[in-house]
């Protein structure tokens, strides 16, 4: 069946699951009871349907006869349906970050390409890299503590990469390494008498705070936007997390609709206006939420002291931070993609892109605007000052999208502008 689909919560919109069969290519996994198998769905954009903005409701048991599935995405189906359920709202059976658990696991062994199997492996195994970052990191603002504490200015400018490198170098030397162990273990316990807590606490909540945070990664704020203002790519950056990874995706991909749309056909502005609005609100609330992490560890002491509050609070904004990206990682690779393709072309005679590249272009500009994530109505209406547009934008998009107009036509759709400038929010 089919109908308008407006999510109240992430939950609701679904967990996206990328199959490789193009007609599954932007499904989400919707769950209305965690132990009830037949009460799994899958939702599908239904572009075919007379009515716009509307979505197709598959149950989950019924995918393998829908289409034929990849030995990938069978491998995907077969996968999800052993993972753990729950009946705890606060606890839900799928969520992004579990589902990218299990498509590094089966595209590091299945993926369509070689490359792909590859890449699947090397993200992996970067978590555990950005593990060992994240707790240098947080081990270098506790020893920064300490020493403004005994007052002592050369190690209050131990940072984490400078601690990094030392005990790289006291791997090779036995001796240089008992000397940074036993520094390690001084700062260790002079934490704890400070905290009332035992060294081995100190560790184990250090330990613990790392791992969670291995979404997000090294939290730097202003070594993040550092690095974004001299263009550095997020995939060279190891101490960031794959969410801080895929938040400078979604940077990326805001700036490349801004560059496209200055030169677009007048059709083609609404889409792209539309995109941009959405990428940054989206934007907006990832941003909100990592600043939420950043305050909760700027004191690492505090953070160890306040560890049972803090530990959920990071737990709850790292899956807060999934959900809201969950989905665009299809649209930047959709788009990415598909300028490899393009920049392979060669270009006419005067050195312009061939008119089919343009055409290939504007196609999945279309293609984006179509099924870029939905954000819920439940986060549309935490944000009161932004109620009023978020409205506007989503009640518009619905009437947009399959409105007969005729994204190749030469001429603006003059009958649509006029109809678009008659809607009106929501609320």
């Known amino acids: 069946m089919s109908y308008r ?16 069969r193009k ?16 009460q799994w769905h899958v939702v599908l954009p239904y572009h075919a349907s007379a009515r716009r903005g509307t979505v197709a409701i598959l149950p989950w048991l019924q995918l393998p006869q829908f289409t034929d599935l990849t030995p990938r995405d069978q491998a995907l189906v077969t996968t999800l349906g052993k993972i753990r ?3 705890n709202q606060a606890d839900p059976a799928v969520d992004p ?13 299945m993926g369509a390409t070689p490359e792909r199997q590859a890449r ?8 555990s890299q950005i593990k060992g970052t994240v707790h240098l990191h947080l081990f270098a603002n506790l020893v920064q503590e300490f020493a403004k504490d005994i007052q002592d200015e050369v190690l209050t400018n131990m940072t984490g990469p400078l601690y990094r490198q030392l005990s790289v170098v006291a791997r090779q030397d036995a001796n240089l390494k008992l000397m940074v162990d036993r520094f390690a273990a001084k700062v260790v316990d ?12 100190v560790t184990k909540r250090m330990d613990d705070l790392a791992d969670i945070m291995v979404p997000l990664g090294r939290i730097d704020m202003e070594d993040l936007a550092a690095a974004a203002a001299m263009g550095q790519a997020a995939g060279d950056r190891v101490q960031d997390g794959f969410l801080v990874r895929a938040r400078d995706d979604l940077r990326w991909l805001h700036g490349e609709m801004d560059a496209f749309l200055v030169n677009a056909r007048e059709e083609l502005r609404y889409p792209l206006e539309m995109i941009l609005f959405s990428v940054d609100q989206f934007l907006k609330t990832v941003g909100a939420t990592i600043d939420d992490v950043e305050r909760g560890v700027h004191s690492i002491s505090n953070a160890l002291q306040r560890y049972e509050s803090v530990r959920p609070r990071i737990a709850q904004a790292r899956l807060r931070v999934a959900w809201i990206l969950d989905g665009w990682g299809v649209m930047v690779n959709l788009w990415r993609d598909t300028l490899d393709r393009v920049a392979k072309s060669e270009l006419t005679p005067d050195g312009k892109m061939q008119i089919a590249d343009l055409v290939e272009l504007e196609r999945v500009i279309t293609t984006i605007f179509q099924n870029m994530p939905t954000m819920p109505d439940s986060e549309v209406k935490a944000i009161q000052a ?12 619905a009437k947009v999208v399959q409105a007969g107009c005729d994204w190749g036509a030469s001429k603006p759709d003059e009958e649509l502008r006029q109809r678009m400038a008659k809607v009106r929010p929501l609320a």
């Open 5 to 20: 689909f407006l999510p109240s919560t992430f939950e609701r919109r679904g967990v996206a699951l990328p199959f490789d």
């Open 23 to 38: 007609i599954l290519r932007y499904a989400r996994l919707r769950i209305d009871d965690a132990e009830d198998r037949h």
């Open 85 to 87: 359920v729950s009946r």
């Open 97 to 109: 970050l579990q589902v990218r658990t299990i498509l590094l696991s089966v595209d590091g062994e």
């Open 120 to 127: 699947a492996r090397r993200e992996a195994s970067m978590d």
């Open 190 to 201: 002079h934490a704890g008498s400070r905290l009332g807590l035992s060294p081995e606490h």
């Open 386 to 397: 932004q109620l009023e547009a978020w409205n506007h934008f989503e009640s518009t998009r």
